[in-house]
């Protein structure tokens, strides 16, 4: 008999993953490509037929890998990013470039909505509609674009229409859609005020189950395409963030993980859902148990970083960067709110002084996280992932202003190992 495989996709925000693991974490194939999103000024957008194409390759290229040969394919697993759709006609075929969830096109939206949903936190996961939910931009279609509007049919989100693209059906996991913004964890089903202000019915929406209690098998034509003689089923296993979490180590309440990726993500477990949130605070539906998760991030972390590091550290290292911090305490903290221009420095000193204050925001702010989930959890280990964890100057960092135990897994891959996780908590 032979030996099986899962094939994992992690759709980041930077780059999207695909491995080929075995059960026993074991990742034998592992390729990646930058996640083709279109940004013009505070526009983030993504082609949906660019991305299905290197989706279709990454696989593609691991399954051709010589130590998955002679291995069988037990399913596909995906975890992705939430919030970024893409407005689609009946048979799936996209009416424009889909929008990423770092757009914040949709401001005046969300404020619209705050006025017309009284009690929102108590039932949504967030404190209040924020202009990156799916909810909000769907709004904003409908009142900037809506001949685009009122020709879709549905509004996929991006792992929606992975799937669809895939396996020729429509649903989602109440992980990943209750993110959304338009799911009502009181009634467990879309937000029935929040259709009736978009004019939408459910039947524009996917069916939505718990992650990975709903599969199909993947397309005759896929699996032709990737010279594989069988069908084998597709699941989904929620959002990035919860798939980190578990692959970097988290095991239940008390214990948090902190991912340092494009956005800087603290996620811990909670009994219950979540309420009497901050506006940089999420609660969902955890996949692999009947708990809850309560998520608090920066979201641009590693977008800032990666931006600092290429201006001003283009042939250098992530630990030159981070080492600004260390040697310039007396630095204030900077909100990082700036344009190139302000990037132009006299002097090394100046510019490593600029990098030092930072830097310091983000370390103050990960300390506020901190504090703010010890509020509703017991705090006992800190989990770290990421790649950019391999900067030994940031976890020398970490370790020293962070209190508790702090332990390093999975720093690149623990979405891959997560994902698998939380297919095999269910099987």
């Given at each position: 008999?032979?030996?099986?495989?899962?094939?994992?996709?992690?759709?980041?925000?930077?780059?999207?993953?695909?491995?080929?693991?075995?059960?026993?974490?074991?990742?034998?194939?592992?390729?990646?490509?930058?996640?083709?999103?279109?940004?013009?000024?505070?526009?983030?957008?993504?082609?949906?037929?660019?991305?299905?194409?290197?989706?279709?390759?990454?696989?593609?290229?691991?399954?051709?890998?010589?130590?998955?040969?002679?291995?069988?394919?037990?399913?596909?697993?995906?975890?992705?990013?939430?919030?970024?759709?893409?407005?689609?006609?009946?048979?799936?075929?996209?009416?424009?470039?889909?929008?990423?969830?770092?757009?914040?096109?949709?401001?005046?939206?969300?404020?619209?909505?705050?006025?017309?949903?009284?009690?929102?936190?108590?039932?949504?996961?967030?404190?209040?509609?924020?202009?990156?939910?799916?909810?909000?931009?769907?709004?904003?279609?409908?009142?900037?674009?809506?001949?685009?509007?009122?020709?879709?049919?549905?509004?996929?989100?991006?792992?929606?229409?992975?799937?669809?693209?895939?396996?020729?059906?429509?649903?989602?996991?109440?992980?990943?859609?209750?993110?959304?913004?338009?799911?009502?964890?009181?009634?467990?089903?879309?937000?029935?005020?929040?259709?009736?202000?978009?004019?939408?019915?459910?039947?524009?929406?996917?069916?939505?189950?718990?992650?990975?209690?709903?599969?199909?098998?993947?397309?005759?034509?896929?699996?032709?395409?990737?010279?594989?003689?069988?069908?084998?089923?597709?699941?989904?296993?929620?959002?990035?963030?919860?798939?980190?979490?578990?692959?970097?180590?988290?095991?239940?309440?008390?214990?948090?993980?902190?991912?340092?990726?494009?956005?800087?993500?603290?996620?811990?477990?909670?009994?219950?859902?979540?309420?009497?949130?901050?506006?940089?605070?999420?609660?969902?539906?955890?996949?692999?148990?009947?708990?809850?998760?309560?998520?608090?991030?920066?979201?641009?972390?590693g977008i800032v970083i990666r931006h600092l590091k290429e201006r001003l550290f283009e042939d250098g290292t992530y630990d030159q960067l981070f080492q600004t911090y260390v040697d310039y305490p007396e630095m204030e903290e900077r909100i990082p709110d700036f344009s190139d221009n302000e990037l132009e420095f006299k002097t090394i000193k100046e510019a490593n002084q600029f990098c030092a204050s930072i830097i310091k925001y983000y370390v103050n702010q990960l300390k506020k996280?901190?504090?703010?989930?010890?509020?509703?959890?017991?705090?006992?280990?800190?989990?770290?992932?990421?790649?950019?964890?391999?900067?030994?100057?940031?976890?020398?960092?970490?370790?020293?202003?962070?209190?508790?135990?702090?332990?390093?897994?999975?720093?690149?891959?623990?979405?891959?190992?997560?994902?698998?996780?939380?297919?095999?908590?269910?099987?």
């Amino acid at each position: 008999m032979k030996k099986e495989i899962f094939i994992v996709l992690d759709i980041g925000t930077s780059n999207i993953k695909c491995g080929c693991l075995t059960s026993a974490d074991n990742i034998l194939t592992e390729k990646q490509e930058k996640f083709p999103m279109i940004q013009s000024r505070n526009s983030y957008e993504i082609d949906g037929i660019v991305f299905f194409g290197i989706v279709k390759k990454l696989i593609f290229q691991c399954l051709s890998e010589k130590a998955v040969q002679n291995r069988k394919v037990k399913a596909l697993l995906i975890t992705s990013q939430a919030n970024t759709f893409v407005p689609v006609t009946s048979n799936f075929k996209p009416l424009r470039n889909g929008i990423v969830w770092l757009d914040e096109r949709a401001k005046n939206e969300a404020d619209y909505l705050k006025a017309q949903l009284p009690g929102y936190q108590k039932y949504s996961g967030f404190g209040r509609p924020l202009s990156g939910l799916f909810a909000s931009k769907l709004l904003w279609l409908k009142k900037n674009e809506p001949d685009v509007f009122r020709s879709a049919k549905f509004f996929p989100l991006i792992n929606e229409y992975l799937v669809y693209q895939l396996t020729d059906k429509f649903y989602s996991d109440t992980t990943s859609f209750g993110m959304s913004g338009m799911y009502d964890f009181v009634q467990e089903d879309i937000n029935s005020k929040l259709l009736q202000i978009l004019e939408l019915t459910k039947d524009n929406f996917p069916q939505i189950e718990n992650a990975v209690k709903t599969s199909t098998l993947i397309s005759e034509e896929i699996s032709k395409e990737w010279k594989i003689p069988y069908r084998f089923p597709v699941y989904l296993c929620g959002n990035d963030q919860c798939a980190s979490a578990s692959g970097a180590g988290l095991k239940g309440p008390g214990d948090i993980t902190i991912n340092f990726g494009s956005a800087l993500v603290l996620f811990s477990i909670t009994k219950n859902i979540s309420t009497n949130l901050g506006l940089d605070q999420i609660a969902g539906k955890y996949p692999i148990s009947s708990d809850y998760f309560l998520l608090s991030y920066e979201p641009d972390f590693g977008i800032v970083i990666r931006h600092l590091k290429e201006r001003l550290f283009e042939d250098g290292t992530y630990d030159q960067l981070f080492q600004t911090y260390v040697d310039y305490p007396e630095m204030e903290e900077r909100i990082p709110d700036f344009s190139d221009n302000e990037l132009e420095f006299k002097t090394i000193k100046e510019a490593n002084q600029f990098c030092a204050s930072i830097i310091k925001y983000y370390v103050n702010q990960l300390k506020k996280h901190i504090i703010g989930i010890g509020k509703k959890v017991s705090i006992n280990t800190i989990f770290l992932s990421g790649a950019i964890t391999r900067s030994t100057v940031l976890l020398q960092i970490i370790k020293k202003e962070v209190k508790q135990t702090i332990i390093v897994n999975n720093q690149a891959n623990a979405g891959l190992v997560g994902a698998l996780n939380i297919y095999l908590s269910k099987k």
